[in-house]
């Protein structure tokens, strides 16, 4: 890579890191440490959350996702806005009037301490998950560039994160963040700027290119609960899934109780509502435009340089057969692009049908290229999470590959930064405060806080080192948190149920946990957005049907 890149990356680590480390005045106490003294302004909590949404994995997983098969993966935002506006009326205001740390206090005065304690471990283990999945996604960037093992380049990206948020706390996640924003936009726009240029035809051909391959197809109205993002799974399994997100995950509860008043804690969640569909089509547009560009460039067999390596090493004859379909398959997709982008609109449905069987025949090749690299009995490897990087390391201009590679470190820093936060808070809060030292200073309670912070991020980096290859990373996340936001869901519904016990909520959130892994190992077709559905409901149902109260009888 050359220096000047080298220059963008380490003078942006070593700006945000010592930044994030300045802020941490005001925070001597656990209100400051945990909440920035309920003072935060509405719009650095708003893009503080936004922040924390636009992960690395976003700039990685789901720009990846885009080039490999185009914009259905924005269905999965379409129960956002119904869920912000459902939550700005309820959890929202009663939350923030609670002045609580975290939202699973609310469980124990609600219910009882069990109830709290297990919601809070389902989160831990869910969130610790996913801030391990979140780190891997910069991981394979830097594992790219310098051919250096996954748990280097992890450490590159984790350890200044977990020193920051361990020093400054919440106060110093939420204004880095800002920051990080406006890095990650600017990355964004400037790459697609680039392939603009750079795509040998009109933006109105490439749109065509894209379209006849089947990248623009958005909208899927099929109610088929194995398919993986459809209308349907995303308003409604979408709806659940960000009401659980955004209503009861202290990652994100976290943010809201640091604003200032009830009705900023809203004006927050509605930069959300307004700007993540359209900014997450944007993204899925980069990659979807990074797919055009190698269709009039010829892509690489490979996008994993380490799987065209064992390839290579391992059976030199059959790689070479190999990359010679590829490059006969890549060529006719070329020409019949070219001859789409030539013919009139009005009678082009015979160059888009040769567009989509070139298409076809390069993904055929791919897989079957995929699989050989692929050990016997194991899943299939994957190389989605390597498009975009191989794309940037080869293809931008010297300065914007280090403001894209800088932007990735941010987008990771931002999220992991306030998901560390979020599972420092629930495990002091929750856990330590409530059944090991329930009396004692904050001084004792900060140094805990900060010792949780960092074992948090040690865990979050293990994970990480396994999490590279589990597949398309914008999905490995969600599917953890699938797993666990519906049955958290439907605690807090039943909360807001009257006359419903504790002992129902408990057997409740059980019940559902138990639904949920019977359909995935029963059933592992079932699509994971309607996990949270499941989950939900099975909660919902157990804790009335067993845990109800009986009514007063009338005097």
């Known amino acids: 890579m050359h220096w000047i890149n080298w220059v963008i990356v380490l003078g942006y680590l070593t ?41 690395a994995i976003t700039m990685i997983g ?28 309820t959890l929202v205001p009663f939350l923030h009037r609670a002045k609580v740390y975290t939202a699973y206090e609310f469980l124990e005065r609600r219910f009882d301490a069990r109830t709290r304690s297990l919601t809070s ?49 919440v106060q110093a996640v939420a204004w880095t963040d800002v920051k990080q924003m406006v890095l990650v936009l600017t990355a964004i726009v400037s790459v697609i700027v680039v392939l603009l240029v750079r795509i040998p035809v009109s933006p109105d051909d490439a749109m065509r290119v894209a379209g006849a391959a089947g990248r623009l197809n958005i909208f899927d109205f099929d109610f088929t ?16 899934l960000m009401l659980s997100y955004f209503g009861t995950d202290q990652s994100q509860v976290q943010r809201y109780l640091t604003a200032k008043t009830v009705d900023e804690a809203r004006s927050s969640h509605l930069i959300s509502a307004y700007w993540k569909i359209p900014l997450q089509a944007l993204v899925l547009l980069v990659g979807v435009l990074v797919f055009v560009f190698y269709v009039f ?59 989509r069987d070139g298409d076809a025949e390069v993904a055929a090749v791919r897989a079957d290229a995929i699989t050989a690299v692929t050990a ?85 980096c293990v994970v990480a080192t396994f999490a590279a290859n589990l597949g398309s990373l914008i999905e490995v996340v969600n599917r953890f948190g699938s797993f666990f936001y519906g049955s958290i869901l439907g605690v807090f519904l039943l909360a807001m149920i009257p006359r419903t016990r504790g002992s129902g909520a408990f057997y409740g959130l059980l019940a559902g946990m138990a639904a ?13 957005l309607w996990y949270n559905v499941i989950g939900a409901v099975t909660v919902v149902s157990v804790g009335m049907l067993f845990g109800r109260t009986p009514r007063p009888a009338a005097v």
Not at 62 to 79: I, K, L, P, S, W
Not at 133 to 161: L, N, Q
Not at 328 to 347: D, G, I, Q, Y
């Open 297 to 355: 460039t010829a892509p690489p067999l490979y996008y994993n340089p380490a799987q065209a390596e064992r390839m290579r090493a391992s059976d030199p004859a059959a790689y070479a057969a190999v990359e010679q379909r590829y490059e006969t398959a890549v060529a006719r997709r070329t020409a019949a692009a070219r001859a789409l982008a030539a013919t009139p609109r009005a009678n082009d449905a015979a160059a888009r049908q040769a567009v």
């Open 376 to 460: 016997p009995g194991a899943k299939a490897a994957t190389d989605v999470n390597y498009i975009i990087p191989h794309f940037v390391l080869t293809e931008l201009p010297i300065g914007l590959t280090g403001i894209f590679i800088a932007a990735v470190i941010a987008a990771a820093m931002s999220a992991v930064a306030g998901e560390l936060a979020s599972l420092s808070s629930t495990t002091v809060i929750d856990l330590y405060r409530r059944w090991v030292r329930p009396e004692a200073d904050d001084a004792h309670y900060l140094r805990v806080s900060r010792a949780a912070t960092g074992a948090w991020g040690v865990f979050a």
């Open 121 to 169: 471990l389902l989160f831990l283990l869910s969130r610790g998950l996913s801030c391990g999945t979140i780190i891997a996604a910069p991981a394979v960037v830097f594992a790219s560039i310098f051919g250096m093992p996954i748990p280097y380049a992890v450490a590159i990206i984790g350890v200044p994160t977990i020193i920051y948020t361990m020093i400054g706390g």
């Open 516 to 528: 949920v892994g019977a359909v995935n190992v029963g059933a592992p077709t079932v699509a994971f």
């Open 62 to 89: 789901t720009t990846g996702q885009g080039a490999n098969d185009g914009m259905r993966f924005v269905q999965f935002y379409f129960g956002l806005p119904v869920a912000l506006v459902i939550l700005g009326v």
């Open 15 to 55: 700006y945000i890191s010592v930044d994030g480390i300045r802020r941490a005045r005001g925070t001597n106490k656990l209100e400051g440490y945990f909440l920035g003294n309920r003072s935060l302004p509405w719009w650095v909590v708003g893009l503080s959350v936004m922040a924390t949404q636009l992960s």
């Open 225 to 240: 609960l194995t398919k993986q993002y459809t209308f349907w799974s995303g308003i409604i399994g979408g709806t659940f």
